[in-house]
């Protein structure tokens, strides 16, 4: 029937879907999500070099994912990092695959132990100023040597931002595509954790220094609220809120050190009228019960390696659940043993609204999955009643 | 003493377009700056 639509009701249709599951009001069928990023690129015959000079050469590439495969609604529609944004500041955070076909960080977190009073006590100037002239050597520059530097990164981050603003609005006009990954919130603890201390340093400090890991994490918080409503934030597309941190933390951890910022930041999100996509990434079978102090219907929590069943039981109720399609089926498995899977998996999760299907990741490279199993599983889903 | 950033941001606002609300401009490079940031 979609074919017979205009662009406007054929996007307000997959949108109803997809907020019939935030809502868990019930909706026509189960919306189906494509959560693809540099992927889109390999799916185009394209790589890296073809598109690295001309950032709106990424568009046509997500416009043949989404003319080609069956789906609801995208994750997103453009490359949010872009490498080149920090070369004039001489440092590569971001940089481009060998084989020419994904985008890849590498850690970028500098903060040393003795500077937890700066970023508690003095946390704006610390995360706006020293934080930038640790981690960008051409800052220290003198003028206009550093100012030229900056107004280079400045340039390229305004290329991205005309893709950020511009390809969803296409999207939407061109092919009535939703795209439900709007501005990014990294919580405090994941912010502390990536983008100051690393990952080993912080587990070291969880031990020597539990205070200042609680102290800077609430010091953060207000920076981080602020900055994401810096700009109005729509009702549509939601926060998109990947998380790190949980899979590696102990139960006990996770309660003392994630929780309490973590909790507070949805609150805040939540009475401000914004509501969440939530990537949960690794597992998180061992904090789910956690969740359910979560403002009810705020949260689409995608899960990755959690028990999508055992998710569905515990937070179900209360928070949208999106995933169920695991790549390694996809990439590995036969179309109807696919087929079966995704069967199994809307059994148990689309009773009672509230749920999305995905795939467990976000597809990245060329060979993450056989592409043709995803069209095969999308197209069952999408006539499953 | 440590060097301040805040002068060479706010001179960014100078390469937007004139037309651009002051707002807007403003949070065109707070949100560079926090992109940087984190």
């Known amino acids: ?37 540099t992927w889109v690129l390999a799916y185009a015959g394209k790589k890296i070099q073809d598109i690295q000079n001309d950032p709106q050469k990424e568009l046509p590439c997500f416009e043949k994912m989404w003319k080609e495969i069956p789906m609801d609604v995208s994750f997103t529609g453009y490359f949010a990092r872009e490498p080149k944004m920090y070369h004039s ?24 132990a003795e500077d937890y009073p700066a970023i508690i006590n003095d946390t704006k100037n610390y995360f706006y100023n020293k934080n930038l ?26 290329g991205v931002a005309q893709k950020i603003m511009g390809n969803p609005v296409i999207a939407k006009e061109k092919w009535g595509m939703p795209i439900i990954g709007g501005s990014a919130y990294v919580n405090a603890f994941d912010t502390l954790m990536d983008f100051f201390r690393g990952l080993p340093q912080m587990f070291s400090d969880l031990r020597r220094r539990p205070q200042d890991v609680l102290d800077a ?22 926060i998109l809120m990947p998380v790190h941190a949980p899979t590696y933390l102990t139960r006990a951890q996770f309660e003392k050190f994630f929780w309490p910022s973590f909790k507070k930041a949805h609150e805040e999100i939540n009475k401000r009228g914004a509501k969440v996509f939530m990537a949960m990434e690794g597992c998180w079978d061992h904090v789910l019960d956690c969740l359910t102090d979560l403002p009810k219907d705020s949260i689409i929590a995608q899960v990755e390696a959690t028990d999508i069943f055992k998710a569905k039981d515990i937070i179900g109720k209360d928070i949208g659940i999106a995933g169920g399609m695991p790549f390694a089926l996809l990439k590995y498995g036969t179309k109807q043993e696919c087929i079966d ?5 809307i059994d148990h999760c689309a009773p009672g609204g509230g749920y999305i299907f995905t795939t467990d990741r976000v597809a990245l490279a060329g060979n993450d999955f056989n592409v043709e199993n995803l069209i095969a599983v999308n197209e069952f889903v999408q006539n499953y009643k | 003493m440590e060097k301040n950033l805040d002068q ?10 004139p037309d651009m609300p002051d707002f807007v401009q403003d949070a065109m490079v707070g949100i560079f700056r926090f992109l940087l940031a984190q």
């Open chain 1, 133 to 158: 002239l640790i981690k960008y050597p051409a800052l220290n520059l003198s003028y206009p040597q550093d100012a030229e530097a900056l107004q280079k990164s400045f340039f390229e981050f305004l």
């Open chain 1, 89 to 112: 500041l001489n440092t590569e955070p971001y940089f481009y695959s060998k084989d020419g076909t994904t985008i890849q960080s590498r850690e970028f977190a500098y903060m040393q």
């Open chain 1, 341 to 345: 899977h995704a069967k199994k998996v």
């Open chain 1, 1 to 37: 029937m979609e074919a017979t639509l205009t662009t406007e009701a054929l996007y307000n249709q997959r949108l109803a879907r997809v907020e019939g599951a935030m809502n868990h009001t019930k909706t026509d069928r189960i919306p189906v999500l494509v959560m693809a990023e």
């Open chain 1, 217 to 238: 994490c609430e010091a953060l918080l207000p920076i981080l609220i602020d900055s994401l409503f810096i700009m109005p934030i729509p009702p549509f597309p939601y």
């Open chain 2, 8 to 17: 060479i941001f706010a001179d960014l606002k100078k390469v937007l377009p």
